[in-house]
C-alpha cells in the first residue's frame, strides 16, 4: 500500500483555501447584515446597515449556499 502524498497535500490544499473562502464570505454576510454602532452624542441608538452593505450580505450568503449546494451535488452525485 502506498500513498500518493503529492495528492493529499493537494487535496489539503484546496480544502484549506475553500474553507477559508467560504467562513471569509459569511463573515462578510455578517457584519453587512450587523446595525452600525451609535455616533457619540447621538439620541439615537443604533442604525440599521445601508443598502450597499446588505446588497453585499445577500450576495456573500448566496454564495455561501452556492458552494454549499454545489459540495451536497458532488456527494450525492458519486
Known sequence: MSIDW???G???????????GIVGLFTVG????SRRP???GDAA????????ARTTA???FA??????????????AA
Open 30 to 33: 455578517i457584519v453587512g447584515t
Open 58 to 60: 445577500v450576495a456573500a
Open 45 to 52: 441608538a443604533a442604525t440599521a446597515p445601508g443598502t450597499g
Open 38 to 40: 451609535a455616533v457619540e
Open 10 to 20: 493537494q487535496v489539503f490544499g484546496v480544502t484549506l483555501a475553500v474553507t477559508v
Open 6 to 8: 503529492a495528492a493529499l
Open 63 to 76: 454564495l455561501c449556499a452556492a458552494a454549499v449546494a454545489y459540495g451536497i451535488y458532488l456527494i450525492v
